[in-house]
C-alpha cells in the first residue's frame, strides 16, 4: 500500500476538547502545509452574547484577516521557492461580504482590531475596498501587514478606506541582502511605499525577522533608521514554522542577544509596554528620548501564549485558533450553507475551546508522539 501511494499518508485528526466531535480524517500530502480540518458538531448553536474567549479563558480582541495566501515575494523563512503550490481557488476564497459578515458577528462579541494580511494583502484586488466595508462593519482599529511593494500607489487611498496603520516587513537596507531574502524584492519598491505611507499619515512600525547569517549586524541601523522616518522598529526572532522550519537553528536569535545587538542605542531594561492591547510584543524605550521604543516578538525565548487575545482566519476561512497548529475549523461551508449569526459564534467558540495553552516549539515531530505540527504550518497561508 505504502508502494502505491509513496506521496499520501494518513494523518490521526487533531484531539478536541468535546467528546461529542465529530473529526475527519484528512488524506493529505505528506508535504501538505495546509489546515488539518475538524467538523463541528450541529450542537454548538450559542444565543449568548458574551465576548469569545478561549478555554484558557482569553478574550478575543484581536482578529488576523488573511485576505490571499498569495505573494509577490517568496522569503527564505516563509514561502517556498518558487511560492506554494496549493494555492486556493478564488472561489474557495472568502468573498468579501462573507468576511464582512464574519467581521460584523465578531464584533458584536468583543473584537476590536482587524488585520489584514496574507500572503501579501495588498495582491488581493480591491483591498482598499474591504478595508473601507470592515470599517463600516463596525472595527475603527483596521491595520496591515505588507511587504510594502505595492503601497506607492495604495497608501493614500487606504488611509482615505480608514486604514490606520501599516506594519511592513523589511529585513534588510541593503539592496542585495533585501533581494537574497525575498528572493528577488526589490528594496526600493519598499522604500517607495513607506515614503507614501508616511504622506498619507499612515501609523508606521517595521517588522525585521532577525537571523544570524544575514542581518544580525544591521539591527542598530534598522532600528536608526525607523526612527529617522517616526516608525516603531520590531525584531522578530525566527519560528520554527514553516519554511522557517527549514534553515538550520543557529540561524535562530533570542530576546537577549537581539538586545545586546542594540547596545548602542541604550534601551531600558524593562518593558516600556504601557499599551492596554499591546499584542506578542514587548517594547523597550530609548533612555535618551522615551517616545522611541524598539519592539521585540520573541516567541521561542520568551513565551507570549498566556497574553494571546488574537484569532486567525485564513482567505479560505478556516478559524486557526493559534498559528504553530494546522488545526482549523471552516466558516465557509457554514457561511455558504446560510447559517444563522448563532451558528457562527457556535462554532467559533467551539474553535477557541479547543485551542492549546502554548505552542511547543520545542517539541519537533521527530520526537513529537502527537499532534505537534508547526513544522509543517504554511506561515504565508496564514499571515503571521
Ligand atoms: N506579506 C506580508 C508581510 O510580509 O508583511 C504579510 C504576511 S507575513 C506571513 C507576516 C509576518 O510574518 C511578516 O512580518 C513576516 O516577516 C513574518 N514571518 C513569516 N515567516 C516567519 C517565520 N518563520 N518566523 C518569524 N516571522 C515570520
Ligand atoms: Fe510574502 Fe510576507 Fe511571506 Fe515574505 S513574509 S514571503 S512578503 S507573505
Redesign the pocket.
Known sequence: MAGLLPSLWYRRAVQTTSPRARVRLPLVTSESRRAVHELVPADVVQRSSEPLADAEGRVVRYLRLSVTDR?DMA?T??MPAGGEDEHGLREELLTFEEITRLVRVLAAHGLRRVRL?????LVRRDVVALVQKIRDAGIEDVWM???ASRLAALASPLREAGLVGV?V?IDSLDPDRFAKITRGGRLASVLAGIEAAREASLALRT?T?VMRSENLGELAALARWAWSIDATPRF????P????ARLPSSERVGAGEMREALGSLELETSDAAADTDRGPARYLRSKRDPQRRVGFITAVSDEFCASCNRVRLTSQGEVRPCLASRRAVSLRELLRDGAGDDAIVGALRWALAGKGAGHDFAITPRDASSDVDHERVG??LI??
Open positions: 505573494c522569503c523563512y516563509c494580511t496574507g500572503g501579501e494583502p501587514t505588507t511587504n506594519n516587513s517588522n525577522v522578530i526572532e525566527l519560528m514554522i514553516g519554511e522557517g506561515m504565508s499571515g503571521g
